[in-house]
């Protein structure tokens, strides 16, 4: 039964990442953009503020590249 419970608290809980903008501020860049995952896609603009849902918006691997970007910051949100 306890299983079953933590099964469903895995599923209902999102990872969310938030962009909160480039590390240099005078850098002038207001959009941080990514290369499309698909080749008929399009490329993905992020801006400062904007929340990303891991597996709707990118996927887990764009996610952890995010998170150790060097010249963006980028924040796993947590509530």
Do not use: H, Y
Request: net charge neutral; proline share 4%; glycine share 6%.
């Amino acid at each position: 039964m306890a299983e079953k419970n933590e099964n469903k608290e895995k599923q209902t809980t999102e990872r969310k990442i938030i962009c909160k903008g480039p590390v240099d501020k005078n850098n002038g860049a207001i959009i941080f953009r990514l290369p499309p995952e698909r080749k008929d896609g399009k490329d993905f603009d992020i801006a400062k503020g904007q929340t990303l849902v891991v597996g709707t918006d990118i996927s887990e691997e764009v996610a952890d590249q995010l998170l150790n970007s060097k010249s963006w910051k980028f924040e796993e949100v947590t509530k």
